[in-house]
């Protein structure tokens, strides 16, 4: 069984914004391989659901405590379920990719990602996948990190991030089928 997390900020004020592409990407798997609607788990801590992708049992799952906390829905998911982190796949923003880009990576630092932060704290190790989505911005941005992250795409922006999204079946199944490193080789 594999544990897709989706990485964003709960609250209809933070929907489309830069910080909530994990959701987005969440929200096109669920509805490109027909899963249930997405339903509230452990007292909403986080919103779930299940299906099977490349002849794998999946969950797809978008933590709905804030980024920062991400870590605690998913480990108590993971330790649920025993699945272990070399079977979590997490998709989630990076401003150090451009935006419409794609990255995939097997393990690392959080490099300032507090969602990541949390999920290495509270999985005990960073050996996790990865699928980062580039929002870095096209010219300086005049302004905090965080206000930008936490801004919403602009329209350009938004289609560039879809574009990609409209792929990421194709990368998760590869994952799923050959393992992140051939999908690595493939896609980065």
């Known amino acids: 069984?594999?544990?897709?997390?989706g990485l964003g900020n709960p609250g209809s004020e933070y929907e489309r914004t830069r910080h909530n592409a994990g959701f987005i990407a969440l929200d096109h798997l669920?509805?490109?391989?027909?899963?249930?609607?997405?339903?509230s788990l452990d007292k909403g801590k986080s919103l779930m659901t299940k299906g099977e992708i490349a002849g794998e049992k999946v969950i797809l799952l978008k933590p709905t405590q804030f980024m920062n906390l991400s870590g605690l829905a998913t480990a108590?998911?993971?330790?649920?379920f025993k699945i272990p982190r070399e079977d979590i796949i997490v998709i989630y923003d990076d401003v150090a990719i451009s935006t419409g880009e794609i990255r995939l990576r097997?393990?690392?630092?959080?490099?300032g990602h507090n969602g990541i932060k949390s999920l290495i704290e509270k999985l005990g190790g960073n050996d996790f996948s990865r699928i980062r989505l580039g929002?870095?911005?096209?010219?300086?941005?005049?302004?905090?990190?965080?206000?930008?992250?936490?801004?919403?795409?602009t329209e350009d922006e938004l289609?560039?991030?879809?574009?990609?999204?409209?792929?990421?079946?194709?990368?998760?199944?590869f994952i799923i089928r050959d393992g992140l490193q051939e999908a690595m080789n493939r896609f980065n």
């Open 76 to 80: 108590a998911v993971a330790q649920f």
């Open 1 to 5: 069984m594999k544990l897709i997390v």
């Open 106 to 111: 097997s393990e690392g630092s959080a490099g």
């Open 30 to 39: 669920q509805k490109h391989y027909f899963f249930e609607a997405f339903k």
């Open 159 to 173: 289609a560039g991030v879809l574009q990609v999204i409209d792929d990421l079946p194709e990368v998760v199944e």
């Open 135 to 153: 929002i870095k911005p096209d010219k300086p941005f005049p302004g905090e990190l965080s206000d930008y992250v936490l801004g919403r795409f």
